[in-house]
């Protein structure tokens, strides 16, 4: 059973901070990984969409990096803003299957 | 539409009473999916269509609970003689693809359901 945990699940930084947050997944037969933001008493916003058979996703100050044989994601935010502060979540899907599995997300803050 | 759009925002029900709650999905879509979010946790999937078809609901955590998505656009969860630990936001998602395709999937802002 896929199993998705993310760390750490609360992040406090100041505005300016490079950071990183980690995704790991336990099955990597994976079809894809896609990262979401979720602001409080909002739905899900995708941010990036990984292939299996890619390596990383940029767009703007983010990136995303995939390793599927050690199970593991990176969302990279550059120069982090106020704004960025949000709920992170990382979900897999496997081939052949409707499910997206999600992680319980990271908390992030990043004061002004 | 522009997004998916999902209605109502907020229902407070008596445990007991049924509920319905309604997924209005990107025109276009082919799939849709189900997810209940408990405070503080990611989205657990519950049900799958592609159009009109139901594809997948292994996620429905009892009886209780049915989906319909009877023309292939709108689709409608209701949950029957809900239970406190049915309270949770139930978020639908569409896709351009179909559910087996690493299309992106685009999320509503959920039905918030507190029973009481």
């Known amino acids: 059973k896929q199993e998705v945990t993310q760390i750490p699940a609360a992040l406090s930084v100041p505005e300016g901070e490079n950071l990183v947050l980690n995704c790991s997944f336990t099955?990597?037969?994976?079809?894809?990984l896609q990262w979401f933001r979720q602001d409080p008493g909002k739905g899900l916003t995708s941010l990036l969409l990984?292939?299996?058979?890619?390596r990383e996703q940029t767009s703007g100050r983010l990136n995303a990096s995939l390793d599927k044989s050690s199970g593991r994601s990176t969302l990279y935010i550059a120069a982090s803003q106020p704004g960025d502060s949000a709920t992170y979540l990382c979900?897999?899907?496997?081939?052949?299957?409707?499910?997206?599995?999600f992680g319980a997300g990271t908390r992030l803050f990043v004061k002004a | 539409g522009a997004g998916v759009s999902q209605s109502p925002r907020y229902k407070v029900a008596k445990r007991g009473q049924d509920v319905a709650l309604r997924c209005d999905p990107i025109?276009?879509?082919?799939?849709l999916f189900w997810y209940q979010q408990a405070l503080g946790q990611g989205p657990e999937f519950l049900t799958y269509f592609q159009n009109e078809a139901q594809l997948d609901k292994s996620g429905l955590p009892s009886d209780r609970f049915f989906a319909e998505r009877p023309e292939g656009s709108v689709s409608t969860l209701k949950i029957q003689r809900t239970q406190q630990e049915d309270s949770a936001v139930y978020l639908c998602?569409?896709?351009?693809?179909?559910?087996?395709?690493?299309?992106?999937?685009?999320f509503g802002e959920g039905s918030w359901l507190t029973v009481v």
């Open positions: 025109s276009g879509h082919v799939s």
């Open positions: 979900a897999v899907r496997h081939p052949g299957g409707f499910k997206t599995i």
């Open positions: 998602a569409s896709s351009y693809g179909t559910g087996t395709i690493g299309n992106t999937i685009y």
């Open positions: 099955d990597s037969a994976i079809y894809n």
């Open positions: 990984i292939q299996s058979s890619q």
